[in-house]
């Protein structure tokens, strides 16, 4: 369902079963998966790529030049910027906001690339061009300043730092909590 107050621009491909919501901005040469829920005030600007499965909470914004993995959750007021490559299962909490631009307002080279299974906490920033391991936990109001994140690591403060890594347990339970969202959406769409 698109809502009539949804404005669609060119060259959109939208999949089946999507959920647009009030006063969303999907902007020219977007891709949108099927199952896919986008909340209402939200924007979507050219060329950003939102796999399958994906939820992008009310008052998000893709700032364009982005892919959003498979399965991804994108949670309330978080804001991607440019150039990011976001992984299969990543779970943004509120206010989460990735940088595109350097202290100096220069864009970054390269891109910002999370990858599959990294859950970041409410308020968390990640600066411009960081590169994020498999299953990395940022904790709420975190400022990620550089590489060197460890797969499944905790990392808290700001600037963050290492906390520790996830035990067997807790990597399990989050699995087969990412296993029945993806069955959910892939069962109900919704």
């Not at 999907?26 to 600007?45: A, L, Q």
């Not at 993995?69 to 990543?90: E, L, P």
């Amino acid at each position: 369902m698109i809502s009539k107050h949804a404005a669609i621009g060119l060259d959109v491909s939208i999949g089946s079963n999507v959920h647009i919501g009030h006063f969303t901005e999907i902007h020219d040469n977007v891709v949108i998966g099927d199952n896919v829920v986008i909340g209402s005030h939200c924007v979507v600007k050219p060329w950003t790529i939102i796999g399958k499965g994906v939820f992008f909470d009310d008052y998000c914004i893709s700032s364009g030049d982005n892919e959003i993995g498979d399965y991804s959750q994108i949670r309330y007021q978080s804001i991607i910027a440019r150039n990011v490559k976001i992984g299969k299962h990543v779970f943004f909490c509120a206010g989460v906001k990735t940088a595109y631009l350097d202290h100096t307002g220069a864009p970054s080279i390269k891109p910002m690339i999370i990858q599959d299974e990294v859950f970041i906490g409410d308020n968390s920033t990640i600066l411009s061009g960081l590169f994020i391991n498999p299953g990395v936990v940022i904790g709420a109001h975190t400022l990620l300043t550089k590489d060197g994140n460890i797969p499944n690591g905790i990392y808290v403060g700001c600037p963050a730092r290492f906390k520790r890594l996830m035990n067997a347990k807790e990597i399990f339970v989050r699995r087969e909590r990412l296993k029945k969202y993806q069955l959910i959406k892939d069962n109900t769409g919704v």
